[in-house]
């Protein structure tokens, strides 16, 4: 049971450069999201997706982009990458059937730097 | 305005002594749920405890117990009988029921246990 599988671990870009920070997960979860965890700011929402084919922005939605044509995967990419995307990505997932805690499940996180 | 504050960036607490981890939050919403997640060094986020804004008792997982005031709107975590490997990041969460799924996140409190 891997749960949520993100890849790489660990990246660093030139400005400019595009790159996908893959995300997969095995436990059927309509829900898939993407965080980036800066210094004293908490987790803060880019993209999330509610099912397959659908997805919205969060709070920090510009310069990246999202997809999600299967269940299982959910991948965030970035087109023109800034030094200001320098972070820790996180993805997560959790189910939305039901009432209750729905629990988001997290990867292990990916650690971006940009030049 | 915040909706999620932690007032607390740092604590140092000797080991085995009891811990609360300080977490308010602003909401208009009547039905809600908070989260608390740890994150060690490591770098993963894991999934603490959850209370929901219509439970009638304070969530208790084992060492982890919820003190929810929600006339104050506080839900503080306490850790009894702290131990070494509880050193971690602490971070509380909320999702509102208007908010399709997302996690609003406080900025976190930096646990340290000394022996």
């Avoid at chain 2, 909401?27 to 989260?35: N, R």
Wanted: charged content about 15%; overall charge neutral; glycine content about 10%.
């Amino acid at each position: 049971n891997a749960g949520v599988t993100q890849t790489p671990k660990f990246q660093v870009l030139k400005t400019g450069q595009s790159m996908t920070l893959q995300c997969a997960q095995d436990m059927n979860h309509e829900y898939m999201s993407w965080y980036r965890q800066d210094p004293g700011m908490g987790l803060r929402l880019i993209h999330y997706s509610v099912g397959a084919g659908i997805t919205d922005q969060g709070e920090v939605p510009n310069g990246y982009n999202v997809s999600r044509s299967t269940t299982e995967d959910f991948p965030l990419r970035l087109l023109s990458a800034a030094p200001s995307q320098t972070s820790v990505y996180f993805c997560a997932s959790s189910d939305r059937r039901g009432t209750g805690a729905n629990v988001l499940t997290f990867g292990a996180g990916s650690r971006l730097t940009v030049l | 305005a915040q909706k999620i504050t932690q007032t607390q960036p740092g604590m140092f607490v000797q080991e085995k002594e009891a811990v609360t981890l300080d977490c308010t939050y602003d909401t208009s919403d009547p039905s809600y749920g908070l989260f608390w997640y740890k994150q060690p060094s490591s770098g993963e986020m894991i999934f603490l405890i959850y209370q929901g804004s219509y439970d009638q008792q304070n969530a208790t997982e084992g060492r982890y117990s919820l003190n929810f005031q929600k006339a104050r709107k506080s839900a503080n975590l306490v850790i009894s009988a702290s131990q070494l490997g509880d050193s971690a990041m602490y971070f509380c969460a909320m999702r509102e029921r208007g908010s399709n799924y997302q996690l609003i996140w406080g900025a976190g409190t930096k646990l340290i246990i000394k022996p």
